[in-house]
């Protein structure tokens, strides 16, 4: 299987920044996508940017221009580099990735969860 190792979270002024990393590790054929979601209490988790292994990415709305995804393939570690935090970015952050784990499986992945508070 496939575990995701999220790191990087934690309290941030408005205005601030952040930045959070994911690492796979286990048996992966083909890391597919990578991305980030987020929480807030009592809501469905919503998708925050995703990047595919060829390098294409795409952002939610309301952080497009603030919020940049990367990837490095080689260490098969996502990131995600926040800028201009807002008290509206307060979540919890999950790492989501799918991989094909054998020549016929292919499954979702997800990171433990990461907390992001952007609080004076």
Do not use: H
């Not at 190792?5 to 952040?18: I, K």
């Not at 952002?59 to 995600?80: C, E, H, P, Q, W």
Request: a positive charge.
């Amino acid at each position: 299987q496939v575990q995701l190792v999220e790191s990087g979270g934690g309290l941030a002024q408005p205005g601030g920044s952040l930045r959070l990393s994911c690492a796979a590790s286990g048996s992966i054929f083909i890391m597919y996508s990578m991305g980030w979601f987020r929480q807030y209490p009592g809501k469905q988790r919503e998708l925050v940017a995703s990047i595919t292994n060829s390098g294409t990415t795409t952002y939610a709305d309301s952080v497009k221009g603030r919020f940049t995804i990367s990837r490095d393939n080689a260490k098969a570690t996502v990131y995600l580099q926040m800028n201009t935090l807002a008290p509206e970015d307060t979540a919890v952050y999950y790492c989501n990735a799918v991989a094909k784990i054998t020549s016929r499986t292919i499954n979702g992945y997800w990171g433990q969860g990461t907390q992001v508070t952007v609080s004076l």
